[in-house]
């Protein structure tokens, strides 16, 4: 199940509504789903109170992020509504082919397969897997995921042959990317290249952000951490912790955490800005 991102640079309420879904999104990650749910139902109830529907972008991330904790959970009629809803709210407001839309159709797809309703769960990832490819790329690290678990379901509908050919693709697609992140490209030279000239703190702070945005595009999540810690840092000291800049860098950095699995840090990140305890 993928959470939806609600980094905000807003250091007012929504701001703070954003951190404490994010910070839910790392609680589920190390599997702590009652601290999560419990978050989630108070940014919610939040959200309510301030007139937003369930029309609203920002609810419907939060609905999905109650979705992925209820669903590990192993309550899974109460997730499958809450996914079907926000599902059908994305594609009449954002249309198919969008990367919401596409994030809630994966996340139906997974509750509707652990319930064994690989049928429905099967059309669904299909139709993630159409939008996915329009809207990120055939090879895109999103579309090979998802390309992954439609050959899941296969194997378990006991389609041989469509999955065969699935897990073909994907392996195809997956030494593609390989190779493209072993290759030094002439676009992360430029980036280099630009960094290395530049002057003052605002330039290099905009440089080494676009910079570790493009290595972690690539897979190195590692050098774009450091770089992205070193972000944080200048911009703090450049504008002070609750500007606009430096909370965007603190979200970059928080969602290159999340994809390199540090999800403790990226908890201990938000509740330093929330001004909670670590658990």
């Known amino acids: 199940m993928e959470p939806k991102p609600t980094i905000s640079s807003d ?31 108070g940014v919610l ?58 994030i809630s159709m994966t996340n139906l797809a997974a509750v509707l397969r652990r319930q064994g309703k690989l049928e429905e769960s099967e059309e669904v990832q299909r139709r993630a897997l159409e939008s996915s490819r329009k809207v ?26 469509q999955a065969d050919q699935v897990s073909r693709e994907v392996a195809e697609l997956r030494q593609t990317m390989r190779n493209e992140r072993e290759n030094v490209s002439e676009a992360e030279e430029l980036h280099r290249q630009k960094l290395a000239l530049c002057h003052t703190s605002e330039e290099k702070i905009t440089s080494m952000s676009d910079l570790a945005r493009f290595l972690a595009g690539r897979g190195h999540h590692d050098e774009a951490e450091k770089m992205l ?27 290159v955490l999340m994809r390199n699995g540090k999800y403790k840090e990226a908890e201990a990140l938000h509740r330093e800005d929330l001004g909670m305890d670590i658990a």
């Not at 192993?74 to 499958?80: Q, Y």
């Not at 450049?238 to 860098?249: L, P, S, V």
């Open 229 to 255: 810690q070193e972000v944080v840092k200048l911009s703090t000291e450049e504008y002070g912790r609750n500007d606009g800049k430096t909370r965007a860098a603190i979200g970059q950095l928080v969602g």
């Open 45 to 102: 109830a939040t959200r309510e109170k301030l007139g937003q529907s369930t029309a609203d972008p920002d609810m419907l991330r939060t609905m999905n992020n109650l979705g992925g904790v209820l669903n590990g959970q192993s309550r899974f009629a109460e997730a499958e509504g809450l996914h079907r809803q926000v599902l059908e709210a994305d594609e009449q407001s954002l249309g198919s082919e969008h990367s919401d839309t596409i």
């Open 11 to 41: 250091d007012g309420i929504m701001g703070s509504l954003a951190t404490k879904d994010s910070l839910a999104a790392a609680l589920t990650k190390q599997g702590r789903y009652d601290e999560a749910e419990k978050l989630l139902r």
């Open 136 to 161: 990120h790329g055939p090879g895109n690290h999103e579309t090979v995921s998802i390309l992954t678990h439609l050959g899941e379901i296969l194997v378990r509908l006991h389609k041989e042959e």
